[in-house]
């Protein structure tokens, strides 16, 4: 998480930090700063909360820093340290005449700190960050180089860092670095920008240079200079970044979750092109490297990923064992990084990511290539870390999604586990032929189905007003619907803070059944198939406890309406398929919920877009 920007030029610096530092503003926004090289010193400017704040700041110094045209910014997501003013980035060592912004987390700061301590360091912050200050402040102290200070300096720190660095002394100079942390350098002309994140930079410039872990590359206006960590020049590896400028427009939404979420039948149509011509037709997915003959042979799956990406990986499970028989296991990439795991060359990994940068998925996924298995990443980021350990890329192509709230790449993931799990079922031949080509078809037909739903919003506006007030939600399924009870509490959760939990409706009598009474709603995701009638009898079990009953659901049972006391209709779709539209309403209610309490739907409190801290 943080976002860090540089920039060394001819240009007025301050509004190129601000603009990237915008585009950033998904990796955190707890507080933001920046440091700016002025005349004969460096200017520190910072501020508490949202980005609006420090701009609200810099108008009132404007007189100093119009003219500058190098310096370093951040957006931060607190790790260390409260999220005030002190413990925002850029920091700097005693005299003040190095600054620094960081993303990631120092682990041994702490005997770091003491042994700079007894150096002498007065130590102004909570944060790791600023032992790294103090630290290159003492090697620039002996060497009178910043590269070489930096090179000294980073040997001595453990864990991810990716870091941008100026000193008053080196009059136009800038030297960024990084380990287990994204960095790039966009090239123009005369100019450098430093980044977390394309998006920073790519209104300026599409030529890039990705740093690779433990490279350390000293900016210049003039030149680049890239070296490894032995301080020996590397040879530059610059590329052209596959991206467009595109324009974070909300499209008249109000916000851009409810436009993401309105984007998803698009999203979908794109994803099928080319992959499904006709049902009668195989399924076409270049994407995946495994020859048809290790396909043929696989007969174990392990798929890591966190979050939103979890819930699509446990759809994920449920249909490639269903239309494959290949057995697949799903653990929280956090939790898979830390215990003896047996995965070897034989077992397919795939790893799940909205970002292709979670930091915990990244290291469940080194973990398992090291272990030489086959690595399928499935993300929405072509260009990111995730990708580049990728043996198999699946793109999502859902497009940048800025809400922190997960909507239309947990859709678009979805289906690329339809696809991928039919392919490899044509190749197994593992699935009846007319059950693929129902499914084939139908697949095609579910963007005009969500479209239904978008287009008579009226009544999951009216559900999410009528249990606004709740303090805690439950919702429940079965099957292969029950990730999707999952996702609809953690959408909730995350941007209106009810406790919402989701649950297999079979456990509700193994315990949280004890919670039910008259002010708890229970949401039943019951869609028409093999758990239907189960469902239904869990939720009369919840409905003799006097719980609020809501049905979600595709049957038109006149029955329900006794069991029941409000009913959301989706259309009719076959049970397979039936996680991809039961999710579009419970997207909806949380958002409605979130809007009518007035909550900050796209940066809910304590999140961040890109969670690349472990
Ligand atoms: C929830 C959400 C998060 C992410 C999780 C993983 O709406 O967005 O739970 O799903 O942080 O992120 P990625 O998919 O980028 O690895």
Same mark, same amino acid.
């Given at each position: 998480m943080?976002?860090?920007v540089?920039y $060394?030029?001819? =240009?007025?610096?301050?509004?190129?930090?601000?603009?990237?530092?915008?585009?950033?503003?998904?990796?955190?926004?707890?507080?933001a700063g920046?440091?700016?090289?002025?005349?004969?010193k460096?200017?520190?400017y910072k501020?508490e909360?949202k980005?609006e704040?420090?701009?609200?700041?810099l108008?009132?110094?404007?007189?100093e820093?119009?003219k500058?045209?190098?310096g370093?910014?951040?957006?931060?997501?607190?790790?260390?340290g409260?999220?005030?003013v002190v413990?925002?980035? /850029?920091?700097?060592?005693?005299?003040g005449? !190095?600054?620094?912004?960081?993303n #990631? $987390?120092?682990?041994?700061f702490?005997e770091?700190?003491?042994? !700079? &301590?007894l150096k #002498?360091?007065?130590?102004?912050?909570?944060t790791?960050t600023?032992?790294v200050?103090h630290?290159?402040?003492?090697k620039?102290?002996d060497?009178?180089d910043?590269?070489?200070?930096? +090179?000294?300096?980073? =040997?001595? $720190?453990?864990?991810? %860092?990716?870091l941008?660095i100026?000193?008053?002394?080196e009059?136009?100079?800038m030297?960024?670095?990084?380990r287990n942390?994204? !960095?790039l350098?966009?090239?123009g002309?005369?100019?450098?920008?430093v980044? @977390?994140?394309? /998006?920073a930079?790519i =209104?300026?410039?599409?030529?890039?240079?990705?740093l690779n872990?433990n490279e350390?590359?000293?900016?210049t206006?003039?030149k680049?200079?890239?070296?490894?960590?032995?301080g020996e020049?590397?040879?530059q590896?610059?590329?052209?970044? *596959?991206?467009? /400028?595109?324009?974070?427009?909300?499209?008249?939404y109000?916000?851009?979750?409810?436009?993401? $979420?309105?984007?998803?039948?698009?999203v979908?149509?794109n994803i099928?092109?080319?992959?499904i011509?006709?049902?009668?037709?195989?399924?076409?997915?270049?994407?995946v490297k495994?020859?048809?003959?290790?396909?043929? &042979?696989l007969n174990?799956?392990q798929?890591?990923a966190?979050?939103t990406?979890?819930?699509?990986a446990?759809?994920g499970k449920?249909?490639i064992?269903?239309?494959?028989?290949?057995?697949v296991?799903?653990e929280?990439? @956090?939790?898979y990084?830390?215990?003896?795991n047996?995965?070897?060359?034989?077992?397919l990994?795939?790893?799940v @990511?909205?970002?292709?940068?979670?930091?915990?998925?990244l290291?469940?996924i080194k973990?398992?290539k090291? =272990?030489?298995?086959?690595?399928?990443?499935?993300?929405?980021?072509?260009?990111?870390?995730?990708a580049?350990?990728?043996?198999?890329l699946?793109p999502v192509?859902? #497009?940048?999604?800025?809400?922190?709230a997960?909507?239309?790449?947990?859709?678009?993931?979805?289906?690329?586990?339809?696809?991928?799990?039919?392919?490899?079922?044509?190749?197994?031949?593992?699935?009846?032929?007319s059950?693929?080509?129902?499914?084939?078809?139908?697949?095609?037909?579910?963007p +005009?189905?969500?479209?239904q739903?978008?287009?008579?919003?009226?009544?999951?506006?009216e559900?999410?007003?009528?249990?606004?007030?709740?303090?805690?939600?439950i919702?429940v399924?079965?099957g292969i619907? %029950?990730p999707?009870?999952? &996702?609809?509490?953690?959408?909730l959760?995350?941007?209106?803070?009810?406790n919402?939990?989701?649950?297999p409706a079979?456990?509700?009598?193994?315990?949280?059944i004890?919670?039910?009474d008259?002010?708890?709603?229970v949401?039943?995701i !019951?869609?028409?198939?093999?758990?239907?009638e189960?469902?239904?009898s869990?939720s009369e079990?919840?409905?003799?406890r006097?719980?609020?009953?809501?049905a979600l659901?595709?049957?038109?049972?006149e029955k329900?309406k006794?069991l029941?006391?409000?009913?959301l209709e989706?259309?009719?779709? +076959? &049970?397979?398929?039936?996680?991809?539209?039961?999710?579009? /309403?419970?997207?909806?209610i949380?958002?409605?919920?979130?809007?009518?309490l007035?909550k900050d739907v796209?940066? *809910?409190?304590?999140?961040?877009?890109?969670v690349?801290?472990?």
């Open positions: 943080c976002g860090i540089g $060394i030029g001819d =240009k007025s610096v301050v509004d190129i930090l601000i603009d990237g530092l915008h585009q950033l503003e998904y990796r955190g926004y707890d507080s920046i440091a700016v090289k002025c005349e004969d460096i200017n520190i501020a909360g980005l704040n420090l701009s609200c700041v108008t009132t110094h404007k007189s820093y119009q500058a045209t190098m370093i910014g951040h957006i931060r997501w607190a790790t260390h409260a999220p005030t413990n925002a980035h /850029p920091h700097t060592c005693n005299c005449n !190095l600054v620094i912004v960081h #990631g $987390i120092i682990e041994n702490k770091l700190r003491a042994q !700079l &301590e #002498g360091a007065k130590f102004k912050t909570q790791d600023e032992v200050a630290l290159i402040a003492y620039y102290a060497t009178k910043l590269t070489k200070a930096v +090179q000294l300096a980073t =040997k001595e $720190i453990e864990g991810a %860092y990716a941008c100026m000193h008053n002394e009059k136009d100079k030297v960024a670095t990084k942390a994204p !960095l350098v966009g090239i002309e005369g100019e450098f920008y980044a @977390s994140d394309v /998006p930079i =209104k300026h410039t599409k030529k890039a240079m990705y872990d350390i590359v000293t900016l206006k003039e680049m200079v890239l070296i490894n960590s032995n020049e590397l040879q590896k610059i590329e052209t970044l *596959p991206w467009e /400028p595109v324009a974070l427009s909300k499209m008249g109000k916000h851009f979750m409810l436009k993401e $979420i309105h984007e998803q039948p698009d979908i149509r099928l092109v080319g992959k011509h006709t049902s009668e037709e195989p399924i076409i997915l270049n994407e495994l020859t048809k003959e290790k396909l043929k &042979e174990r799956i798929i890591i966190c979050g990406s979890l819930h699509a446990m759809i449920y249909i064992e269903n239309f494959c028989s290949i057995a296991d799903v929280p990439s @956090s939790e990084i830390y215990r003896k047996v995965t070897d060359s034989h077992t990994v795939i790893g @990511s909205q970002s292709g940068e979670t930091a915990d998925t290291t469940a973990q398992a090291a =272990k030489g298995s086959h690595i399928l990443i499935i993300t929405n980021r072509p260009d990111s870390a995730m580049r350990e990728a043996d198999s699946v192509s859902a #497009g940048i999604e800025v809400s922190v997960a909507t239309k790449s947990y859709v678009a993931q979805l289906v690329s586990f339809y696809l991928l799990a039919l392919y490899m079922a044509e190749i197994k031949e593992s699935l009846d032929e059950l693929i080509k129902s499914l084939k078809s139908d697949l095609t037909q579910i +005009q189905k969500i479209e739903i978008l287009s008579h919003k009226e009544r999951i506006l559900c999410a007003k009528k249990y606004s007030n709740t303090k805690d939600f919702y399924a079965r619907n %029950y999707t009870a999952l &996702e609809g509490a953690l959408k959760k995350e941007i209106s803070y009810i919402a939990t989701g649950y079979g456990e509700l009598k193994h315990g949280p004890a919670m039910l008259e002010s708890m709603p949401l039943s !019951l869609m028409k198939g093999s758990v239907y189960k469902l239904l869990n079990e919840a409905k003799a006097n719980a609020r009953m809501i659901t595709n049957s038109k049972d329900l006794d029941f006391e409000f009913i989706v259309p009719d779709v +076959q &049970e397979l398929l039936s996680p991809i539209i039961a999710i579009v /309403p419970l997207q909806l949380a958002y409605y919920i979130a809007e009518y007035g796209d940066q *809910p409190r304590n999140l961040a877009k890109s690349t801290v472990e």
